[in-house]
C-alpha cells in the first residue's frame, strides 16, 4: 500500500489543506517549495504524527521525532481549544496488495472477497479540551463485501464486524512506514550508547540503537543488539570478546561497502570503521563510528559539516528504512536536505533522491535551486501561508493558515507571488554568469516535447548527453532564443513540421536574421518524410497505446491526454516500455540529428 492523499485539519498553523500524492503522472519524489517561515516543516510534521494503531500507540513512524499533542493545536486557539485535529490519510493498493488481501481473508475469515477494494481511508483525531490533549482515536473506511466460503447466495454481503476488524489488523501490517528525518536528527552522537538505564534513553539515543540493529540485519544472520554485542561484551569469557571484535568488523565492512556504492563521489574513497567498548566506570557500552583516512583515523564529530551530514544521510536511507522482514512501503519525509551545503554536495543528493525513489516515497521541503529537478514539476508543491501573503507588512501570526497546493495550479492562480516559487524559476530561467559553464541547449516546443524525447533519449536510448528546454508553444520561443544570444552561448529550436511549426520558422528567421540562421529546425529537416508530423506522430501508433497502456491499463483507445501523463510519469519513475524498433530507429536519427549540431 502507498499513500495517495493525506488532509490535515487543525494542526498548528493548518487550518485545513490536502497533499495529493497519487495524482497523474504518478511518482514517487515529491518536493514541496516556500520560502520561509511559509509552513514546509508543519506539512511534515502532521504527516509524522500520524498514528495507525490507536489502541497500541502504535505509530507509522520509527524516528527519534514523536509529536508533542499539547503543542500542536492550533496556533489561533491556543487560548482554548475544544475540538479535533484530524489527519484523514487515503491508501491505495498496489501490485498484489488487493490479491494478497483476498487470500488472506479467504483461509483466515472464510469469507470470499468480491466486490473490489481500491483503497483504504484512515481518520486519526486527536481530541483536546480546554487546549489540553484528552485522547486519540482512528476510524477505517473499508468496505469488504463478499459471501461466506461455501455460500450459494447470488447476493455479495458485508463481511461480519469481526472478521472486519481482523482484516483492520492485518492490514495495520502492511502500512507504509513514515521515516521523518528533521535537520536536528543528523547530528550522529561519536558514543551510541546500548545498554543505558532506561531513565537515562531519550528519544535519539532510542533512534540510533535501531539503527545500528538495522545494520545487524542486513547482515542477515539473525543477531540483536543484546545476546550479540552487549551480553558477550559482559561476558567472562575471551571467546565472546572476540566475537564481539568479529561482529564490528562485519559491520564496519557492510557500512563501507554501502555508503562507497551509493556515495562515492561525494565522501571519497574511505573506511568506516566500527568500534565497541565500554565507558572506564564499566557502566555504559558504546559504539562509536571512526573514519579510517590517509592523515589517521577521526571520529566522525571531527569531520566536517557536509562529511557528517552525507555520512548520517547514508546511514538513514539505507540501513533504517527497510525493516528485517518487512515488505511494505517507506514513506521519507525531509526537511530542507543539505540546504547549507555546496551546489555540487546538493546536485549529488537530488541523484540520489532519485535513485532512493526507485524503491520507496520521498516528500522533502525545500528552497534551494540546487535541489528543485525539472523532471519532477509536475508533483512540486508551493506552501503558502497567509500570514506571509502581503510582503509589506510584517509576519501576523493572527493571520496564520499554511496550505499546499500543486506548482502549477498555483503559478496560474497566483502569477505574482513568484517569492513562492522562485527556486523553481531559478533552476527554469537561472541567467548563468561569465563564470558559469551553461550548456548549449535545444529550445523545444513545449513540455511534452521535453518529456517525450527525454524520455525516449535517457531511458530507451541510453544516452543523455543533450540538454533539453522546454518552451512555452511553437510561437512563444522570443524570450529563449534572446536569453541564449545575450548570454553568448549556442543553441538550437527544433518545431513541428505542421503549418504551424513552419509558420514560427518563418517569423524568427524574419525576427531574428542571421543570429537564427541555421538554428531553427522543423522535423522535416530531419526527414522529408515527416513533413506535417508533430513529435507524437513519429512514435508509432502502437507504441503509443503500448506507453499510455503500461500506466492507464484499462484504456483500450488511445489518448493524447493520457499519453502526455504516461510518458511523463514513465520518464520520472525510470520505467522503460519495450518499443518497436521502428519508433527507436526514427529516435535515433532525431538523437544523432541534434547530437551533431553540437559539434
Known sequence: MRFSKIRIKNYKGIEETELELSASPKGNVYTLVGINESGKTSILEAINSFEYNAEKGTYAVSNAIKPDFNQIIPIKDKANFNGNIELITTLVFEGQDYKELCTWTKENCDFIIKDEINEVIVNQKYSYKNSKFIDSSNFWELNIKGKKVGSKAKRTVDIDENDWKKCVNHLKEKMPNILYFPTALFDLPDRIYLNLPEENENQKILFYKDVIQDILDSLEQDMNIQTHIIDRFLSQDPDDKENVKQ????????????????????LTKKEYNITIDIDKDETGIYLQFIIVDNDGNFKLSERSLGFRWFFVFLLLTQFRGYRKSEDKQVLFLFDEPASNLSQKAQEQLLKSLERIGKKCTILYTTHSQYLINPKWLENAFIVTNDALLDAEKSYDLKRTNIKVQRYRKFVDEHPQQTSYFQPILDVLEYAPSDLDTCKSGIILEGKYDYYTLNYLFSIILNKDDIRLIPGMSCSNADTLISLYTGWGKDFAVFLDSDDGGKTSKERYQDKFGDIVKDRIFTYQDIDMQWTKKNMESII????????????????VEYSKKAYNKAIQELYMNNEKVELSQETINNFEKIYSFMKNLYK
Do not use: C, G, Y
Open 247 to 266: 561482529l564490528a568488523l562485519w559491520m564496519s565492512r557492510k557500512v563501507t561497502s554501502t555508503i562507497l556504492d551509493e556515495w562515492a563521489k561525494v
Open 540 to 555: 508509432s501508433n502502437v507504441d503509443k497505446l503500448k506507453i499510455q497502456q503500461h500506466v492507464f491499463p484499462d484504456m
